[in-house]
Nanobody
Framework: QVQLVESGGGLVQAGGSLRLSCAAA????????MGWFRQTPGKEREAVAS????????TYADSVKGRFAISRDDAKNTVFLQMNNLKPEDTAIYYC??????????????????WGQGTQVTVSS
């Protein structure tokens, strides 16, 4: 399985911004589409954003469209999630994962990574 390490979370006021990073092993990074997910206590993990292998295609959950942007830096084997205009409802643990398949309609499929510890994002009102 692909090993992934998330970072960049923190405490921010509503309206603020954070940038999350997800680093993957170089020999596996280029083979996969990548995505960000989030989970709050008592709820299922939900997909937030995804990006295909080339970086030319992205998908977003309706709740974050226009506020979040996913990107990938192949030179650094890293995927980013830029989060702007954060809202209290964005508070969650954020995880990244890799997928063997991607489509513009469904996003990431065929998850190939191990779920790590994630990174906590807390937005205060």
């Amino acid at each position: 399985q692909v090993q992934l390490v998330e970072s960049g979370g923190g405490l921010v006021q509503a309206g603020g911004s954070l940038r999350l990073s997800c680093a993957a092993a170089p020999r596996t990074y280029s083979r996969y589409a990548m995505g960000w997910f989030r989970q709050t206590p008592g709820k299922e993990r939900e997909a937030v954003a995804s990006i295909n292998r080339s970086g030319g295609g992205t998908t977003y959950a309706d709740s974050v469209k226009g506020r979040f942007a996913i990107s990938r830096d192949d030179a650094k084997n890293t995927v980013f999630l830029q989060m702007n205009n954060l809202k209290p409802e964005d508070t969650a643990i954020y995880y990244c994962n890799a997928g063997g398949a991607w489509s513009a309609s469904a996003g990431l499929r065929g998850l190939a990574g191990s779920w790590g510890q994630g990174t906590q994002v807390t937005v205060s009102s």
